[in-house]
Nanobody
Framework: QVQLVESGGGLVQAGGSLRLSCVAS????????MAWFRQAPGKEREFVAA????????DYVDSVKGRFTISRDNAKNTLYLQMNSLKPEDTAAYYC????????????????WGQGTQVTVSS
């Protein structure tokens, strides 16, 4: 059982950077697979990045590779998404997600979600 709260969204100019944070409360944060998703207006929710709970192996959607970095600090119960070289097409509500299931990591289907934080990138 874990609860997730995202923060760090805002308005940024194209080419700029933001760092999103997701603070988890509850038990066994370090055991969770964690991910970031995003949803733009009129679009379905899209996988962005994921990280395993142990070795820190990461996965990214092709459109953000080389620009975004997912990381976690288990001691602080916090997940991060460092977003560099932001583009207008990155504009979306970003959601933190968690699961205890390895299947969730492979299928990109997660059980627990945060409330979202808005990222808006101006051209």
């Amino acid at each position: 059982q874990v609860q997730l709260v995202e923060s760090g969204g805002g308005l940024v100019q194209a080419g700029g950077s933001l760092r999103l944070s997701c603070v988890a409360s509850g038990r066994s944060f370090n055991n969770y697979y964690m991910a970031w998703f995003r949803q733009a207006p009129g679009k379905e929710r899209e996988f962005v990045a994921a990280i395993t709970w142990s070795a820190g192996i990461t996965d990214y959607v092709d459109s953000v590779k080389g620009r975004f970095t997912i990381s976690r600090d288990n001691a602080k119960n916090t997940l991060y998404l460092q977003m560099n070289s932001l583009k207008p097409e990155d504009t979306a509500a970003y959601y933190c997600a968690a699961s205890l299931s390895l299947t969730s990591y492979y299928r990109k289907e997660y059980d627990v979600w945060g409330q979202g934080t808005q990222v808006t990138v101006s051209s």
